[in-house]
């Protein structure tokens, strides 16, 4: 049997990779029966639960005696619906069929040659990777020095190494990293491995996941690496995004750091898939991707598959970003050693706190504080107020309380005003460093 690369996700095959062939002409009754007949034989040798690959073979004999795809002679349409009567039985969302003529010849050729290793990928396949920057969306420091990267896909190390390694060196000195996996569908374990490795030291060898396989009735581990490229950050504190789209590798990599107690999980419950496998040609223009083998994890001897990983901090999708950010200045504040990255820490946090949700001041609120400050001044201009050195641009504020300020754009930066019966009388302008300067309000605002 020729090897089959261990992947969790259907779009890293090669035959899957492709977008969706166009219907090429319409299915007979024939060819249907032969293509179910070939799923079938495919899920008895292949799928890693034989009770179920037998329950689901005889699901799709008694619907096709029963003519439920005789209409269905649209290819795309028919093999969504034998996704959808396979998945009805086993509720695995890895196991799914698709109308790939092209993808299917492949395989058969490469089947007939014979060959015991996988072949060479497509070059399509490799441009599409290398376009999309390996999955890799963006790579950037977020205030508090606390890193962000956006991945979309697990990408094979072979390919994607170089890449993971520039972003991971990126980050090596942030005292924090959030890996948002909101929008990641899955992938291949080597990137798990590789980029967890980038998270402990190098002296320390954790086992992240096991993985059994049905056709050689044995069970391999994954495990950190003894070397990387580049430089560790085993003392960053990390968080992981999810969503439900959150799928197969994304979650395995939410679901060993969660049980590894190394990162902190916001967002949404994830979409539930666990089983790894490859993509077999069904019949004479159909793939199937069949999940071969099932994770196990070493600390829970289980896995997400139907379950999905559950977050530490349940929110919307759409305000995990925020939500962990600030969680991170919070724990940052909490465990630094030094008066001074706690004054930091909490100086940011309260920035963002303000950033997210501001404070709400009343036009008397402002005017209150508005005026001129020696070269500085504060302006109310369209209902909010705004900060102007002499002779440079407007800059919009925000408020931290209703006589407390921050650059929008700036969070290094503070205004505090002095008060005296409701009207502001001076203005202290602090930077995180410590630096102070005061100065007495001149005149209100005109």
């Known amino acids: 049997m020729r090897k089959l690369t261990i992947i969790f996700l259907a779009f890293l ?15 007979s009754a024939e060819e249907q029966s032969i293509t179910i007949d070939s799923l079938i034989r495919s899920l008895e040798e292949n799928y890693v639960f ?34 959808e009567e396979i998945q009805s039985i086993s509720k695995d969302k890895h196991l799914r ?14 089947s007939e040659r014979g060959e015991e290793e996988e072949p060479e990928p497509p070059q399509e396949w490799l441009k599409q990777m290398a376009r999309s920057n390996y999955g890799f ?7 508090g020095n606390v890193g962000y990267l956006d991945l979309r896909g697990f990408m094979p190390a072979a390919y994607a190494g170089e890449t993971a390694t520039a972003a991971m060196n990126m980050l090596s000195n942030t005292d924090a990293i959030i890996f948002d996996l909101r929008q990641n569908g899955g992938g291949d374990p080597g990137m798990i491995q590789l980029l967890t490795s980038y998270l402990y030291d190098s002296g320390r060898s954790v086992h992240l996941n096991s993985f059994y396989f049905r056709q050689t009735n044995d069970t391999s ?69 069949i999940p071969l083998g099932r994770a196990i994890n070493p600390i829970t001897n289980t896995n997400w598959e ?62 209150a504080c508005a005026g001129n400050y020696g070269a500085r001044n504060l302006i109310v201009e369209d209902g909010e ?21 921050a650059l929008k754009d700036d969070p ?23 630096w102070k300067e005061r100065t007495e309000r001149s005149r209100a605002q005109p």
């Not at 690959?53 to 029963?66: C, D, F, I, S």
């Not at 969306?137 to 205030?143: A, G, M, N, P, S």
């Open 13 to 27: 095959a090669p035959g899957l990779f492709r977008p969706a062939a166009s219907a090429q002409g319409t299915l």
């Open 50 to 83: 034989p009770e179920l690959a037998k329950e689901m073979g005889e699901h799709l004999l008694r619907k096709n005696k029963a003519g439920a795809f005789k209409e269905l002679t649209e290819p795309v349409a028919f093999a969504d619906r034998l996704t």
């Open 97 to 110: 069929v698709r109308f790939d003529p092209e993808g299917a010849a492949h395989m058969r050729a490469d």
């Open 137 to 143: 969306q963006e790579v950037k420091i977020l205030e």
């Open 221 to 289: 581990q994954t495990w950190t690496l003894p070397y990387i490229p580049g430089k560790r950050n085993p003392d960053a504190e990390v968080f992981v995004l999810t969503s439900s789209y959150t799928f197969s590798a994304a979650e395995e990599f939410t679901y060993n750091l969660k049980n590894l107690e190394r990162a902190t999980i916001v967002g949404e419950t994830t979409g539930g898939g666990a089983h790894p496998g490859g993509t077999m040609p069904i019949a004479d223009r159909f793939v199937a991707f």
């Open 306 to 367: 139907g379950t999905g990983v559950s977050p530490h901090v349940d929110v919307e999708k759409e305000k995990a970003l925020d939500v962990a950010h600030q969680l991170a200045l919070e724990k940052l504040a909490e465990k630094a050693e030094t008066e001074e990255d706690q004054r930091y820490y909490e100086w940011i946090g309260a920035y963002l706190k303000a950033k997210n949700e501001p404070a709400a001041l009343s036009k008397a609120q402002m005017e």
């Open 385 to 405: 107020l705004v900060y102007q050195r002499t002779g440079r641009p407007r800059m919009e504020l925000i408020a931290l309380s209703p006589t407390t300020f």
């Open 412 to 434: 290094e930066l503070r205004f505090t005003l002095e008060m005296e019966n409701g009207e502001a009388t001076a203005l202290i302008l602090e930077s995180i460093s410590g």
